[in-house]
């Protein structure tokens, strides 16, 4: 398949597991993308937590692992599950002014999800970014730089009230939004179609 001239624009979180697979497969496929720090969600939406409801959180953890084992791709769930996750993503957005957004994002799910690591760490965090590219002391300054996280909250506004993501993995392409890593499939032929 052919590199796609419009990058999909992807709402992700170092969270979720979904989000994760979802990064994992964008990347087999070559496709472009242009990823946001999906940090908060709109005003009128709840933010998404599988932990405040056992039932879902336990349907999450079977489902995550039957889904990587299909997928091909190892598993480990990370302890702690929730963490600073500020931290991650303030790295990511350096990553990104650097364009190193996809290589740093591969680094660090991969590092959460089957690693099992703790991405919030500064020791974690530096060989996250030495693996995409990043200078390990430009990573441990950008970690707490409230002007990296107010850059990523400037972004994700830009977009926020015209694509509507509520939950991730979040995709839209030329306007068209698709939801989740099992609506992959449907995106890659609306890139595919686009590339005819």
């Keep these: ?26 990347a087999q496929e070559g496709i ?8 908060k969600p709109p005003a009128d939406t ?6 405040t409801s056992p039932a879902k959180g336990a349907y999450v953890a079977k489902d ?5 084992k299909r997928l091909g791709f190892d598993f480990a769930l990370p302890d702690p599950f929730d963490i600073d996750f500020v931290r991650p993503n303030n790295v990511f957005r350096l990553a990104k002014e650097e364009d190193k957004a996809l290589a740093f994002m591969l680094a660090a799910y991969r590092a959460r999800f089957v690693g099992g690591l703790n991405i919030s760490e500064d020791d974690v965090l530096c060989d996250i970014a030495v693996e995409a590219g990043l200078d390990p002391d430009a990573t441990l300054v950008a970690a707490d730089s409230t002007d990296l996280r107010a850059r990523s909250c400037m972004e994700l506004e830009k977009t926020l009230e ?5 939950g ?6 030329q306007g068209e939004p698709f939801w989740g ?4 499939d449907l995106l890659l032929e609306a890139v595919r179609r686009a590339e005819a």
């Design 1 to 26: 398949m052919g590199q796609n001239t419009e990058p999909v624009r992807l709402y992700f979180a170092f969270r979720s597991p979904y989000s994760w697979m979802a990064t994992e497969r964008i």
């Design 32 to 39: 472009a993308i242009d990823p946001v720090a999906f940090i």
């Design 181 to 184: 890593q099992d609506r992959i």
């Design 64 to 68: 995550v692992v039957r889904l990587a």
């Design 162 to 166: 015209i694509d509507r993501p509520f």
């Design 168 to 173: 991730v993995p979040f995709f839209v392409y």
């Design 46 to 51: 709840p933010p998404p937590n599988p932990i």
